[in-house]
């Protein structure tokens, strides 16, 4: 693959694009886990056999939930920023739905920087099935997704998803340890071409491959 356009060494800076920062000190702990407990109440509502009395009095304790959060709203788009150890910055999008750090509806991903690229680990529980007991074919798609864009975004090049194929090899159990790893596999102008796998007990279920059009800073 040929390259004639050297990767930028920083990432962009997200409010260049007009978009809100916060840091991790801005997010309260208690913020975290009330994440997790609704990420739970989403499956247990899923699977709940309780009756109707249990179900009507749940409801409306949620309904009052709802409420009380909804008083205070982040601007949608918010990036969270956090300090790299050479002094620069990693951003990721809090709610993005399949790693974001706020997001209850994320598996979540929990990404790390390789030597070559980027890796994840995560379980789906049962929300997020397709076939019975397994994985719902667009949650991998959107996993391998987003594990490809930030191999892009890790190796300097933010993005965004132009191409993106999947191959499905193997089902992709639920309630298991996968493991994502990503790369960048070439570039050519403003497209980076990566690749990505998703493993279960070594062997791939899925794999995919992207072309990314890197974003142009505005101005
Ligand atoms: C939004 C601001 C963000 C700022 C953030 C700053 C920091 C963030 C840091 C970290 C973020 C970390 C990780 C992100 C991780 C994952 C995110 C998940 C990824 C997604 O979930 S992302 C959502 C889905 N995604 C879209 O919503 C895209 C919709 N789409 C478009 O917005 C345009 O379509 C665009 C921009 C793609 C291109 O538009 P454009 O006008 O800029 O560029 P243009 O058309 O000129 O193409 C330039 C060259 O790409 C080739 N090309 C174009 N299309 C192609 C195709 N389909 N296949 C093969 N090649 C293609 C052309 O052939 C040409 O190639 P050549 O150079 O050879 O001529």
Request: charged fraction near 20%; avoid cysteine; glycine fraction near 10%.
């Amino acid at each position: 693959m040929s390259v004639d356009a050297a990767p930028v060494s920083e990432l962009p800076d997200p409010r260049d694009f007009g978009l809100p920062v916060v840091t991790e000190d801005d997010l309260p702990d208690e913020l975290g886990t009330l994440v997790a407990r609704v990420h739970d109440l989403v499956d247990a509502v899923a699977h709940t056999e309780a009756g109707s009395a249990e179900l009507a009095q749940a409801s409306a304790t949620v309904h009052e939930l709802t409420e009380r959060l909804n008083v205070k709203r982040r601007d949608i788009g918010a990036m969270l920023e956090r300090p790299r150890s050479d002094g620069g910055a990693d951003y990721e999008t809090l709610t993005n739905v399949v790693s974001g750090r706020s997001n209850p509806a994320a598996p979540p991903l929990v990404l790390e920087h390789t030597d070559d690229g980027v890796r994840a680990r995560v379980t789906l529980n049962g929300t997020y099935q397709g076939p019975p007991g397994l994985a719902h074919g667009g949650w991998v798609a959107a996993m391998l997704d987003q594990v490809l864009g930030s191999a892009s975004a890790a190796a300097g090049m933010v993005g965004l998803t132009a191409n993106l194929d999947v191959n499905y090899r193997n089902p992709t159990p639920l309630n298991a340890p996968l493991e994502l790893t990503a790369r960048v596999t070439g570039t050519e102008r403003r497209k980076v071409f990566v690749s990505a796998e998703i493993r279960h007990n070594g062997e791939v279920t899925a794999e995919g491959t992207a072309v990314m059009v890197r974003l142009d800073v505005p101005g």
